[in-house]
């Protein structure tokens, strides 16, 4: 039966690459264009990303833009997640995206020339409740973009890093099945953005090379809150951040506060509903 079942799950991942090729291939504007898929898991065997990398490739020629966006998410609380999720997490979030990466940056080298795309999340700047193994596995992909855009800035290769906020994609919808009533609670602060609008920011700040990609006015004040050390684009991008540092500190006490009152009423709510549920 398991055999069964793991066929039957290779086919849906089959088919819905297909259906992503053709409405990728619809947006194609000469017939010199080509649109090649081929399925690898990015978080196992860094040997086989890099052959399946080599062999993309070898058809289409060397890596200008490489997008790393495999990723996958889970909430709940810290003493009740499973501890392989942890591992889990850690493996698709963030060696995902170092293997996809390890494969190409040798050929950007020799050619001085490319883009590499990491995709984190608003979670990887602010740990929530909910997030305890979700938030560190896109926090270390900051760690890697910082480290490896010293690396590679000399050889004319730049690297962003982006921090979406919640996306109607089906990935969020399976996780807000689950999400505990304080994250959910938290999320709706903000709001779901589509996923139209954020590859289309996603993709104009890795062209034009920018460190930091964010989205929406709360994005941009947690872009500056957190900068710390991280590269910037521009000296007056800089200067932004330390003219507007105080001022979002402030604002960003307050969103602390009421997330920290979120999550204090919830836990009365549920050791008032426990001393009903005795008392009856």
Not at 29 to 50: A, F, M, R, T
Not at 73 to 99: A, C, H, P, Q, T
Not at 177 to 189: F, V
Request: with cysteine; net charge neutral; proline share 4%.
């Amino acid at each position: 039966v398991s055999g069964i079942g793991h066929l039957a799950c290779e086919l849906t991942l089959a088919h819905k690459l297909v259906q992503a090729k053709k409405e990728v291939e619809k947006c194609a504007i000469n017939d010199k264009q080509v649109v090649l898929c081929i399925s690898v898991d990015v978080s196992k065997d860094y040997n086989q990303v890099e052959s399946v990398i080599k062999q993309a490739q070898e058809k289409l020629g060397p890596v200008d833009m490489l997008v790393n966006c495999a990723g996958t998410s889970i909430s709940g609380k810290f003493e009740e997640v499973e501890v392989d999720r942890f591992k889990k997490l850690m493996e698709v979030n963030y060696l995902g995206s170092v293997y996809p990466t390890r494969a190409v940056v040798t050929t950007m080298k020799e050619r001085r020339m490319g883009r590499i795309m990491f995709v984190s999340s608003q979670a990887g700047q602010i740990g929530l409740f909910g997030y305890t193994a979700y938030s560190p596995s896109k926090f270390a992909l900051r760690g890697l973009a910082e480290a490896l855009q010293m690396e590679m800035k000399p050889y004319n290769i730049y690297v962003t890093v982006a921090y979406p906020p919640d996306t109607d994609t089906p990935g969020f919808a399976e996780e807000s099945k689950t999400k505990p009533l304080e994250t959910k609670l938290i999320s709706e602060t903000s709001g779901v953005c589509q996923p139209e609008q954020v590859a289309k920011i996603v993709v104009k700040d890795a062209v034009q090379g920018n460190f930091t990609s964010s989205f929406g006015p709360d994005g941009y004040m947690l872009s500056a809150l957190t900068c710390g050390m991280s590269p910037v684009t521009s000296i007056t991008e800089g200067l932004q951040q330390i003219v507007t540092m105080g001022l979002f500190r402030t604002i960003a006490l307050f969103y602390l506060g009421s997330f920290d009152s979120i999550v204090r009423r919830c836990m009365i709510q549920r050791e008032q509903s426990k001393a009903a549920d005795k008392r009856e």
